[in-house]
T-cell receptor
Framework: DTGVSQDPRHKITKRGQNVTFRCDPISEHNRLYWYRQTLGQGPEFLTYFQNEAQLEKSRLLSDRFSAERPKGSFSTLEIQRTEQGDSAMYLC??????????????FGPGTRLTVT | AQSVTQLDSQVPVFEEAPVELRCNYSSSVSVYLFWYVQYPNQGLQLLLKYLSGSTLVKGINGFEAEFNKSQTSFHLRKPSVHISDTAEYFCAVSEIHNAGKSTFGDGTTLTVKP
């Protein structure tokens, strides 16, 4: 078990460009979460999947954001027409549900996005 | 909806001193409670969790936390800190019957000085 991995670790892009991030969860985990973290704040929930189904999306997730989890394994988060306000750390986490009721989430190292 | 307030944004302490990081939460339903630690350039790592039962929970690296339902608090404590405990600490809650996501506080930066 190598933990949750995210790629790339860093991304610098120009305003207006599209970017895509990938998350590979722990292999047996059926839930996958995306969070956004800006400087000085805690992670903010964006969306989560149970297997391939996207079960909840935050109001923070505008129409420019889309997430997928084909086949219930890895997930991608795409941001279209990036804006400077999108600059943040994007965190992915996974969990196994049910797991004795703990819903403990395991986090990846994050992808730091800088929009210039 | 839930919210989490971490009462101290920065806590400086000397090595081997005790420390308490304070966390209050608000929720209309029962919740699970978590403390995570984030070391520089690393992902969040679970320190400890409260699900049910004993209100005093012990976690990794000598940390413990006490759930106080009447005060809706979940303060994190360590009797003697080390330089290596320098990190960002996050308190989080999840609704028991809708634990699909966690709501996090804004974090407390613990700086341990020699």
């Amino acid at each position: 078990d190598t933990g949750v991995s995210q790629d790339p670790r860093h991304k610098i892009t120009k305003r207006g460009q599209n970017v895509t991030f990938r998350c590979d969860p722990i292999s047996e985990h059926n839930r996958l979460y995306w969070y956004r973290q800006t400087l000085g704040q805690g992670p903010e929930f964006l969306t989560y999947f149970q297997n391939e189904a996207q079960l909840e999306k935050s109001r923070l997730l505008s129409d420019r954001f889309s997430a997928e989890r084909p086949k219930g394994s890895f997930s991608t988060l795409e941001i279209q027409r990036t804006e400077q306000g999108d600059s943040a750390m994007y965190l992915c986490a996974s969990s196994l549900v049910p797991s004795g009721g703990s819903y403990e989430q395991y986090f990846g190292p994050g992808t730091r996005l800088t929009v210039t | 909806a839930q919210s989490v307030t971490q009462l101290d944004s920065q806590v400086p302490v000397f090595e081997e001193a005790p420390v308490e990081l304070r966390c209050n939460y608000s929720s209309s339903v029962s919740v699970y409670l978590f403390w995570y630690v984030q070391y520089p350039n690393q992902g969040l790592q679970l320190l400890l969790k409260y699900l049910s039962g004993s209100t005093l929970v012990k976690g990794i690296n000598g940390f413990e936390a006490e759930f106080n339902k009447s005060q809706t608090s979940f303060h994190l404590r360590k009797p003697s800190v080390h330089i290596s405990d320098t990190a960002e600490y996050f308190c989080a809650v999840s609704e028991i019957h809708n634990a699909g996501k966690s709501t996090f506080g804004d974090g407390t930066t613990l700086t341990v000085k020699p």
